[in-house]
């Protein structure tokens, strides 16, 4: 089986203005997010799919110059992009990534493509019992489950949100999840970066953590954040 790592991706963000070519640690927000993608086991190929907008030849140079493929789709609907994208690069797992997500781990990215591709289900997940931190979400979904929701969702929901319409319908879906192990369940924390003091705490985390050539295990920040609950309060109002 094919999987793609599809990460949706753009530089009109509206709430942290061009947040994904943001940098820490010498990179950009995108260059982290690939890098650590790139350690999976199980991802055949890292694409980014952004939007037709002219202010995303910005982030298309870029992952020129970094040899990742870069997908143009619809500014409005992100359901359609991830379907067009998948279609394109003939994908049969697929796994949708954000681009506020930069603490990214690739293990707990495998363990939801492993369950998928073993059980044959039609979307594995963490967001339905929330056990890790807002940030930490992992999705992965069939193409002929990207396809049907494609083809019979058309609210505004689904398009924005790609995988809506699974998560409020479990019924209609063969869904299987993954959970935290029991010492490391947080899902109170936020760890995603949609203000500006979400990047002064992941900044803080990568300046800790951050090996090059490597990822931030999910492991180490729950040690690194035990340790030091200060760091949560710098994004508490968010929270």
């Not at 298309?60 to 970094?66: I, K, M, R, V």
């Not at 495998?110 to 339905?128: Q, R, S, W």
């Amino acid at each position: 089986m094919k999987v793609l790592s599809i990460i949706q991706a753009r530089i009109g963000s509206t709430r942290l203005q061009r947040k994904v070519m943001m940098t820490i640690q010498e990179k950009t927000i995108i260059e982290h997010i690939i890098n650590f993608l790139q350690h999976s086991k199980y991802t055949n190929k890292v694409i980014v799919a952004t939007t037709n907008l002219k202010e995303d030849d910005e982030l298309e140079t870029l992952l020129n110059h970094l040899g990742i493929d870069c997908f143009r789709g619809s500014a409005d609907n992100v359901l359609e992009r991830y379907y067009e994208c998948a279609k394109y690069f003939n994908g049969d797992l697929i796994v949708r990534i954000t681009a506020d997500n930069p603490l990214v781990d690739p293990t707990i990215i495998d363990k939801a493509i492993f369950l998928c591709k073993e059980t044959k289900c039609d979307y594995a997940t963490n967001l339905l019992t929330p056990t890790f931190p807002t940030g930490y979400s992992a999705e992965v979904l069939k193409f002929s489950t990207l396809s049907r929701i494609y083809n019979t969702q058309h609210d505004k929901q689904s398009k924005e949100h790609v995988t809506y319409h699974i998560r409020n319908n479990p019924h209609l879906y063969d869904i299987k999840e993954i959970y935290a192990p029991t010492e490391l369940v947080r899902p109170n924390w936020r760890l995603t970066m949609d203000y500006k003091e979400d990047f002064e705490l992941i900044s803080e985390i990568f300046s800790r953590l951050y090996i090059p050539s490597s990822f931030i295990k999910y492991r180490s920040v729950v040690e690194l954040l035990d340790k030091n609950p200060h760091l949560l309060k710098i994004n508490e109002k968010h929270r």
